[in-house]
């Protein structure tokens, strides 16, 4: 069943544990689909390139990412001590989370179900 002591088990799990700073984003209000298009536009990019596109961009997923992505910057800033102009972004990308269910009368007495998604979105920065 167990591996070896509890003290044991912890140890070897905070060696495998990811030391890239990150930041993550839980039940944002806004769709998968619509996030991945401004996720695709900045992945791969350094920080500044990537801040720069986010702020003209149009969607409103562009402001909650940008938001994000500085959320991303000050933890690599001030937990990792890595300078903001080396930074790239590694990963970032959209997981599908709850829905809020709603429902919307329709005629003769039916009801239509309005689904309101959110995701969960992620970024991932690294040296280069």
């Known amino acids: 069943m ?7 088990i912890k140890r070897e799990r905070n060696e495998q544990k990811d030391t890239r700073p990150s930041a993550k984003l839980s039940y944002a209000r806004v769709s998968v689909q ?16 990537a801040l720069a596109i986010l702020s003209y961009n149009p969607r409103y997923a562009s402001s909650v990412i940008e938001k994000l992505l500085k959320s991303a910057i000050a ?3 001030n937990n990792q001590g890595m300078s ?11 997981n599908r989370g709850p829905k809020i269910k709603r ?4 005629a003769q007495g039916r009801a239509d179900r309005i689904d309101k998604p959110m ?4 970024i991932v920065l690294n040296e280069r």
């Open 84 to 94: 903001a102009d080396d930074l790239y972004i590694e990963e970032c990308y959209a």
């Open 75 to 77: 933890n690599a800033e």
């Open 119 to 122: 995701s969960h979105i992620t």
């Open 2 to 8: 167990a591996k070896g002591h509890r003290s044991q």
């Open 34 to 49: 619509k996030a991945c298009f401004v996720l695709d536009a900045i992945r791969g990019k350094d920080v500044q390139t």
């Open 103 to 106: 429902i919307r009368p329709r």
